[in-house]
């Protein structure tokens, strides 16, 4: 017996002051307490042995066995392994057990301890791009059971890249557990071609010639061909000849324009190696010029003013559509400030906003955004990442400006509404946010109803006030789709209802994808707006546009549009709704107001008058600096800081329409400068020095702050933001670990392009870089790669166990484990069981007469006979009583005495009454001597009573 906490046996020296405190004291009682005392001891007894975890030990040949699978890329396949460990488990004793843990980056409980010896194919799917041996043997070691020898056999071929399985292995080392292995390699082994290192100056000058040295390693000498690419451009390519072991390339390119430039480096062998991974390495690069900037505009014509003003002030400048706006992160990159000229919404995917999102907010990118009658709230930027960037909102919020609005949204709820689109959600799933956000941007006094159609029309949403927005929605949310298409139907509810509407504006917004019968369709449309001032806006989903939808709207006075990309829905919604209150463009001749003092308008005293501009409402934060005429002084000119970067939101236009005075004003130019240059916050990186080093899982940032004059700068508090190659962002804090020196570390997550943006709290320095995780070390090591293993099994008194002979991953040849069975529960249960036997023997006083009463109740009793069994009786008595009388007649006379003569009288016979039973056979006669007894007596009873009646 063991105990896991011995501690607790120093409680028995209680013991001899119980048996003192407790011994007998009365003679006549002296048996009872010497009992309960005994009792007592056993109780407390037990309670000590339990408080210090009595344990029974024995000894156990039991062995548990622990398979670590590896499933990395440099394995290739586990039908070799499961074989392996098939044969094995065929080979397990009865009380043996095994586990399978399927490991690569990270490690899977692919079967428990189990002493099953089947095994199926292997389900688990770990990351295959990195080995860790260490989360593995770590996992392994958790499933032991304690009462078995343990061994764990690695199938692997050793080559870790993450992690440290030494540490893993000491720890099995100290807990007995052996730690043996089967090497798997690849099977099918080809030379290896991969590119060791790609290099190029951390910042060029614009237009300046430069060399990327590159590194290529081979196995064996092969053709192969280079290709670089730029930004996903090639610029360059060559066929070269590769020789077995390191060649070296330097390789003469031009920079380009400034901005960021990411080079990839791509060599492709002829023929074939083993790991595509590792073909292709990327580099970054600053291309340090003049600032650059990136124009958006929808006709080149109306930006012609704008980019000529920056040119003239010495800006390089980019005219795109928007549907050539970049999606990524890396092309934006290029830019130092992004300028969108009267770019609705609907024409930019939520993927292009959220792009250009992460180059302000978390790459300190610039934004300016340029009003007309398609930007802002016309443009359907409510509830969009633009109105998130903007310091201004879109809608007005003094009700008193707005006129009250009915809106009422036809539904299509067809089947064909079901269909997922390119974003990934349903055409119904995507009408549903559209109406809720167009609902968010009404008015409380606004009145709104929702309508569905398949092959009937149905009220989702009676017409009511937009009081309780959450209830609107819930209403909303309940709408579905299956059924045909019946626009009509749908279209004659709105019309009935709007007939009895008073609103200001009545507007009806129809989405369908078509497919139904026109007939009315269009003398509906317009008699409901000549008769009764209802417009009606028609959304046509699909490729194919249906000529009667397009005469609905035009008949119906209001917008037509063809949704080619359906996740436009909402955008487009919101901007039906701002349109149909006809109040948020406001035109006319004012002078614009100077309402703060900013960089932007340093020289500049005076603005010409504008014709005209987008109401708005500004942010808490944001900063107004022109304005708009009274009463409302809307911001015509407002900025503010956006996570890293600064935005500016001019509500005015460039084209000409509002603001012909000012594009022949002087000042334009300087204006349009100092606008861009605000938003761009580069310029002091120089004091700042920042590099990124992988470091096993995780990567270090570290950033150098030097003074001008090379001193360092200590005590600062800098702030980095990280994006990673799918666009999210997260933030992270420097430390200070030396003088002038900042460190933090993060866990990376795919391969691609980083870009991190380092800078102080007060913006006082910052710098933006890049940088690229490249393939995982495992598809850099080779053939001849030193395995671990070995080191393993050394440590852990393990062995290379031969593939030919699986059973040996079974063997008994380890010490045979003690197994330990915890006693506590056991010795609790009898103390419980012995405390009412206690309780009686001091309580409870039994005496003789107790004894006698419980004998009897566990006696069994007596029998007593049924009636049927006395009737029986008292028949057979009757029958002996007859038998008697009718025997002959002795030497007694019939009164009993002896004649005269002293002779016995002759036999007299008795008549017996004919009514008489007959005797019964086999029933005793009854002598004289029978007299006496009850049956004789019963039967003279019985004659008293017959002569008596």
Do not use: C
């Amino acid at each position: 017996m063991t105990f896991s906490f011995p501690l607790a046996l120093l409680l028995l020296l209680v013991i001899p002051v119980v048996i003192y405190v407790g011994r007998p004291r009365v003679a006549f009682r002296r048996g009872r307490d010497l009992t309960s005392l005994i009792l007592r001891m056993a109780i407390l007894l037990l309670l000590i042995l339990a408080l210090a975890g009595a344990q029974a030990a024995q000894a156990a040949d039991k062995l548990a066995v622990v398979f670590l699978v590896d499933m990395s890329d440099s394995v290739g396949g586990t039908d070799r392994q499961v074989d392996f460990m098939r044969e094995a488990l065929q080979a397990m004793r009865p009380e043996d057990e095994a586990a399978i843990v399927a490991f690569g980056a990270n490690a899977l409980v692919e079967r428990p301890m189990s002493s099953v010896r089947e095994i199926t194919p292997l389900r688990s799917t770990p990351l295959t791009g990195n080995t860790d041996l260490q989360e593995a043997i770590s996992l392994g070691l958790a499933l032991f059971p304690a009462d078995a020898a343990k061994r764990i056999v690695i199938l692997s071929d050793g080559l870790q890249t993450v992690g440290d399985a030494e540490i893993a292995a000491r720890r099995a080392a100290a807990t007995d557990v052996e730690i043996s292995f089967v090497p798997f390699t690849r099977v099918e082994q080809v030379p290896e071609v991969l590119v060791s290192d790609v290099r190029v100056p951390t910042s060029v000058g614009a237009g300046q010639l430069f060399d990327l040295s590159l590194t290529v390693t081979a196995e064996a000498a092969t053709p192969a061909a280079i290709t670089v690419f730029a930004g996903g451009s090639i610029i360059h390519r060559q066929d070269v000849d590769l020789r077995a072991g390191v060649n070296h390339f330097a390789l003469t390119l031009q920079s380009g324009e400034s901005g960021f430039r990411d080079f990839r480096v791509q060599v492709d062998p002829v023929g074939s190696d083993n790991f595509y991974q590792n073909n292709g390495l990327a580099a970054f690069s600053r291309v340090v010029g003049a600032p650059r900037v990136l124009v958006v505009t929808q006709s080149a014509d109306e930006a012609v003013n704008l980019t000529r003003a920056l040119e003239e002030q010495g800006l390089l400048v980019d005219v795109v559509g928007p549907n050539d706006l970049p999606i990524g992160v890396a092309a934006l990159a290029d830019y130092n400030s992004i300028l969108l000229n009267n770019i609705p919404a609907t024409v930019l995917s939520n993927e292009r906003m959220e792009t250009l999102q992460t180059f302000v907010r978390d790459l300190g990118g610039g934004l300016v955004t340029i009003g007309g009658e398609d930007a802002y709230a016309p443009g359907g930027y409510f509830e969009t990442p633009l109105e998130e960037m903007l310091p201004v909102e879109m809608q007005i919020r003094d009700q008193q400006r707005l006129p009250q609005i009915t809106l009422v949204y036809v539904i299509d709820r067809s089947g064909s509404m079901s269909l997922v689109g390119p974003s990934g959600v349903a055409n119904i799933e995507l009408a549903k946010e559209a109406i809720i956000r167009s609902i968010n941007f009404l008015q409380r006094n606004d009145r709104a109803g929702v309508i569905s159609f398949d092959t009937d029309g149905y009220w989702v949403l009676d017409m009511q006030p937009v009081l309780d927005r959450l209830y609107l929605q819930a209403q909303v949310g309940t709408l579905s789709a299956g059924g045909g298409t019946d626009i009509l139907a749908g279209m004659r509810l709105a019309g009935e209802a709007m007939q009895n509407e008073t609103s200001d504006r009545k507007h009806i917004i129809l989405l369908t994808d078509g497919g139904a019968d026109p007939g009315g369709l269009v003398e509906l449309t317009q008699s409901l707006n000549t008769d009764y001032g209802v417009t009606t806006s028609v959304i046509s989903i699909g490729e194919s546009t249906v000529g009667f939808l397009r005469q609905m709207a035009d008949v119906g006075g209001g917008n037509y549009h063809e949704v080619m990309a359906v996740e436009t829905i909402p955008q487009i919604f919101a901007q039906e709704t701002v349109l149909a209150t006809r109040s948020y463009i406001i035109e006319g001749e004012f002078n614009p107001v100077l309402s703060a003092i900013s960089p932007i308008m340093e020289g500049i005293s005076e603005a010409p008058s504008l014709l005209g501009y987008v109401a708005t409402t500004p942010k808490d934060t944001a900063q107004v600096i022109l304005s708009g005429p009274e009463p409302f002084s809307d911001p015509v000119l407002a900025a503010w800081q956006y996570g890293l970067g600064r935005a500016v939101a001019y509500t005015s236009d460039v084209s000409g329409r509002w603001s012909g005075n000012w594009v022949s004003w002087e000042g334009f130019a300087r204006f349009w400068s100092q606008t861009v240059r605000w938003t761009i916050t580069e310029g002091t990186d120089q004091n700042l020095e920042s590099r990124i080093v992988m470091e096993g899982e995780r990567a270090r940032l570290t950033v150098d702050a030097r003074a001008d004059d090379g001193s360092f700068l200590n005590g600062l508090n800098l702030i980095g933001s990280l994006v990673y190659p799918d666009r999210s962002a997260v933030g992270i804090q420097l430390e200070q670990v030396a003088p002038g020196r900042y460190e933090a570390t993060f866990t990376p997550g795919a391969e691609g392009a980083y870009f991190v943006r380092v800078s102080e709290a007060d913006g006082a320095l910052n710098q933006t870089g890049g940088w690229v995780m490249s393939y995982s070390p495992e598809y850099s090591t080779r053939s001849d790669a030193e395995s671990i293993l070995p080191d393993l099994a050394e440590l852990t008194s393990g062995t290379r166990q031969p593939l030919d002979n699986a059973a040996q991953a079974f063997a008994h040849t380890l010490q045979a484990q003690v197994a330990t069975n915890p006693l506590a529960p056991t010795l609790l249960l009898i103390a419980v069981l012995l405390l009412p036997f206690d309780i009686a023997v001091r309580r409870l006083i039994i005496t003789q007469s107790d004894l006698a009463r419980l004998r009897r109740w566990l006696s069994p009793p007596e029998v007593v006979p049924d009636a049927t069994e006395r009737v029986s009786a008292l028949m057979g008595a009757k029958a002996r009583a007859q038998e008697k009388t009718s025997v002959t007649a002795t030497q007694v006379t019939p009164t009993g005495e002896p004649t005269a003569g002293g002779e016995t009288p002759a036999p007299q016979k008795i008549k017996v009454a004919p009514n008489a039973p007959p005797p019964i056979r086999g029933a005793p006669t009854l002598k004289e001597s029978d007299e006496g007894n009850i049956a004789g007596k019963l039967l003279q009873k019985r004659k008293d009573r017959g002569g008596g009646s």
